[in-house]
């Protein structure tokens, strides 16, 4: 049996060449220095320098990663957002509310229910017989109380 060498030195002797069929495996830990570039047969590449400020090296695995709020808004495409969001691109996300039914409390940021105008309490007392003023206050009551229930986005409209 006869083995053909695919892996040799340079002639400056300082670099390792794997032939046209051959591979190179390594078992353990290869470790390459920022900027060294792997010519793999289809092309170049250059191993990245973490900025340490959105990228950095994981101390324990020593993998690429994002930093801990390494991503602001001027990283993100607009696509990120999606639907009922905003921003990217280098506008803060924000959600994107009506300010009629829901809105972005000031201080905490919070989405909350618009509080909707006040319905005033019926005072009826119940009686054998109600007028048409009566009946007509209760209807009118109930619409109201609907139409804020509508408002606030709780119920839909009905036909």
């Known amino acids: 049996m006869s083995y053909i060498t695919k892996v040799y030195k340079d002639e400056g002797g300082d670099r390792q060449v794997v032939d046209a069929g051959g591979e190179l495996l390594i078992k353990g830990k290869l470790s390459l220095a920022a900027g060294a570039t792997i010519n793999d047969g289809d092309g170049v590449h250059t191993v990245a320098d973490p900025d340490d400020v959105s990228l950095e090296i994981d101390g324990e695995s020593g993998e690429l990663q994002i930093k801990d709020a390494g991503v602001d808004e001027d990283k993100l495409a607009a696509t990120v ?28 940021g919070e989405l909350q229910i618009k509080s909707q105008d006040a319905i005033a309490d019926l005072d009826l007392t119940a009686t054998a017989e109600y007028t048409d003023t009566e009946l007509q206050a209760v209807a009118d009551k109930v619409d109201a109380i609907l139409a804020a229930l509508r408002a606030a986005g709780i119920i839909k409209a009905g036909a």
């Open 81 to 108: 957002a999606g639907a009922g969001l905003t921003g990217g691109e280098g506008d803060p996300l924000a959600v994107n509310v009506d300010d009629e039914s829901l809105e972005v409390d000031g201080d905490s």
